[in-house]
């Protein structure tokens, strides 16, 4: 489509860049191409396409519907390119691969979500590889982090669980000095709220699991930038075989077309909890970005869906509100219609030593909510009877 580039974000992400896929049929959706292989009509043709002239030949190489996929998170990030994944973390595990050599380095925000830090812990000792920690209060120490041998400089915007929000425009500055890439995981954000390939950053990671699927029901991993960093990704990527089957790409598709639909009233919903959590005397703190000086330079139209906060009582408090909820369920991942809490340091954090757990904000009572689709109204009251709930030790916990 003719200057398809100049069209609004909303336009993008229900049309993408209007290329038809189906040329034969003309589907108007694109079509689940369900296939392994496709089928040369001939061997000049067969050799054309091994030549990347035309075509696809083998769904682990390329997929029309993945393909999709792959050009609407480029669209929607603003990138020359994206690469479309079985998961967010096998998204992660490529791009570290595709810049890591033996004695490299890598310099990585903390804390960031629970399964990347895991994935990095694991590759290390295999790659030879050093893992350098910095807090995003703490972007005065990078300068010293990074050196000849850092292979990527990642960053989580806003970070999981405590939601901070790393200076990136300061981080580029010292990363691209030394000419070191900088990769930011935004799944929190999405592309509606915060772009950080047009504040510098290099690469975006999407786990599309969460709100650019949207409905809680795929495992997808998205990765947007250059050519010349994506290209040697993809070049791994197709060898080592994690890639997102065409169903998943369809129905992330489908979830992305409403991106811009969904997230305002994610967005309004948590300000809606957040507002009630600020001022109810058994909630101890708050965690959303929308008052802080950096969220609201680099976010557009709100601040996301995800809430965090600490309960009076610690963690039998927490617990005592987790039985007590009767709409919003107890579940991991984030970024579906359903709203959803969970308790880090007894779950995806658990793993975590308890001090540094306290250091990055993690105390006793720590909660994190993904606010849903659901009524503002009727979130705010099922968290209301569950906080009044959290405070009293000699509740049965049953809906008295
Ligand atoms: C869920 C998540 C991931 C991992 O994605 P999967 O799709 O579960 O592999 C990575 N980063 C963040 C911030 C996440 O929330």
Do not use: C
Not at 83 to 88: E, H, Q
Not at 99 to 117: C, D, E, H, I
């Amino acid at each position: 489509m003719e200057g398809s580039s100049k069209r609004r974000f909303n336009t993008l992400a229900v049309r993408g860049s209007g290329r038809a896929v189906d040329t034969t049929f003309h589907a108007h959706r694109t079509p689940v191409y369900q296939t392994s292989t496709f089928v040369f009509s001939s061997p000049e043709e067969a050799a054309r396409r091994f030549a990347g002239e035309e075509g696809p030949i083998y769904s682990r190489l390329s997929n029309p519907t993945v393909d999709a996929v792959e050009e609407r998170i480029a669209l929607l990030e603003g990138a020359e390119t994206g690469i479309a994944f079985a998961s967010g973390l096998a998204a992660v595990h490529a791009l570290v691969m595709s810049r890591t050599f033996p004695g490299a380095n890598l310099v990585v925000q903390s804390p960031v979500y629970g399964g990347t830090w895991a994935l990095l812990e694991k590759i290390t000792p295999h790659l030879g590889l050093e893992l350098r920690t910095f807090r995003a209060s703490e972007v005065d120490r990078l300068s010293d982090l990074v050196d000849g041998r850092t292979a990527w400089v990642l960053l989580e915007i806003p970070a999981n669980p405590t939601l901070d929000v790393v200076d990136l425009e300061r981080v580029v500055e010292v990363a691209h000095k030394r000419g070191i890439p900088v990769a930011v995981d935004s799944t929190f954000a999405t592309p509606y709220h915060f772009r950080p390939l047009s504040w510098g950053a290099d690469v975006v990671i999407h786990s599309a699991t969460k709100y650019l699927g949207g409905h809680g029901d795929l495992i997808g991993g998205l990765l947007a930038g250059s050519h010349e960093l994506l290209d040697p990704v993809r070049d791994l990527h197709v060898s080592t075989g994690g890639t997102m089957s065409p169903w998943n790409a369809y129905l992330l598709l489908r979830g992305m077309r409403t991106l811009h639909v969904r997230m305002p009233r994610h967005s309004e919903n948590a300000w809606r909890v957040t507002d009630v959590l600020r001022r109810h005397p058994a909630v101890k703190r708050v965690y959303y970005p929308d008052q802080d000086p950096l969220a609201q330079k680099y976010f557009e139209n709100g601040f996301s869906g995800m809430v965090s906060f600490v309960v009076q009582g610690g963690d039998e408090a927490a617990f005592r509100l987790m039985r007590a909820l009767r709409l919003i369920l107890l579940s991991v991942s984030l970024g579906d219609g359903d709203s959803l809490i969970t308790h880090p340091a007894s779950t995806t954090h658990a793993k975590v030593p308890e001090e540094i757990r306290i250091r990055s904000g993690i105390l006793p009572g720590f909660l994190r909510l993904s606010v849903g689709l659901e009524d503002a109204a009727d979130i705010v009251e099922d968290l209301l009877q569950a906080l009044a709930a959290s405070q009293e030790p000699h509740a049965t916990g049953l809906n008295a």
